[in-house]
């Protein structure tokens, strides 16, 4: 089982989320009529990732920071997608105290058409 992102291996995230957003335009008619043009589809990821430590978080950051399309892939017993150009969002983490600080956070992949 592997999440990657760009070169780094993500743990597996507490939740997996995956959406189909549409570029489209709808259009309705002066009888009522609706009709609607899809121009592209691409896909959202959302990850949610809890108790995370800060080299691992680091890590990641260094994915975010770059600020470039990343590649995005996951291999697992029954889910796999294949290399998927994202944008990378990064939601505002929540910290554990303890002997380091953990995060909770999510990531938002949106895939670049």
């Given at each position: 089982m592997s999440y990657i992102l760009g070169a780094t291996t993500l743990p597996?995230?507490?939740?997996?989320?995956?959406?189909?957003?549409?570029v489209s335009s709808e259009n309705v008619s002066l009888e009522?009529?609706?009709?609607?043009d899809i121009f592209k589809r691409k896909e959202k990821f959302t990850l949610k990732f809890q108790h995370i430590t800060p080299a691992v978080v680091a890590s990641i950051l260094s994915e975010?920071?770059?600020?470039?399309?990343?590649?995005?892939?996951?291999?697992?017993?029954?889910?796999?997608?294949?290399?998927t150009p994202v944008h990378i969002g990064f939601s505002p983490r929540?910290?554990?105290?303890?002997?380091?600080y953990r995060s909770d956070f999510t990531l938002t992949l949106t895939e670049v058409i």
């Open positions: 597996t995230p507490k939740e997996f989320f995956r959406e189909f957003i549409e009522g009529r609706t009709t609607k975010y920071n770059a600020e470039t399309t990343k590649d995005f892939q996951v291999t697992e017993t029954n889910l796999t997608i294949a290399a929540d910290y554990m105290k303890g002997n380091e």
